[in-house]
């Protein structure tokens, strides 16, 4: 079992930033991959993006690349997201996810661990 909780969501402005981070616990040691997702009302839940936990490799949802950054502590067995420039289309709850086998998905079906989430709002 991998429990997550994730922190750092917030009501903020146009253009701010905000640094979300998801805290893995229990058996860490069988996590492959952790990604971040999102969903908005009336919105199916959307990949953001996803680091490998060995090696570090990344991947990014269009709509965010060159904007956000996922990166992992392993010491903390915590992933950040740092996301820049934010715009009202990021506004919705984000939920911090884990693979416990290989490979690196960028669908939510592929995760097999799963935060609370936490709201991120952007007000235009």
């Known amino acids: 079992q991998v429990q997550l909780v994730e922190s750092g969501g917030g009501l903020v402005q146009a253009g701010d930033s905000l640094r979300l981070s998801c805290a893995a616990s229990?058996?860490?040691?069988?996590?492959?991959?952790m990604g971040w997702f999102r969903q908005a009302p009336g919105k199916e839940r959307e990949f953001v993006a996803t680091i490998r936990w060995s090696g570090g490799i990344t991947y990014y949802a269009d709509s965010v690349k060159g904007r956000f950054v996922i990166s992992r502590d392993n010491a903390k067995n915590t992933v950040y997201l740092q996301m820049n420039n934010l715009k009202p289309e990021d506004t919705a709850v984000y939920y911090c996810a884990a693979r416990t086998s290989p490979g690196v998905p960028l669908t939510s079906s592929g995760y097999n661990y799963w935060g609370q989430g936490t709201q991120v709002t952007v007000s235009s």
């Open positions: 229990g058996r860490t040691f069988i996590t492959y991959a």
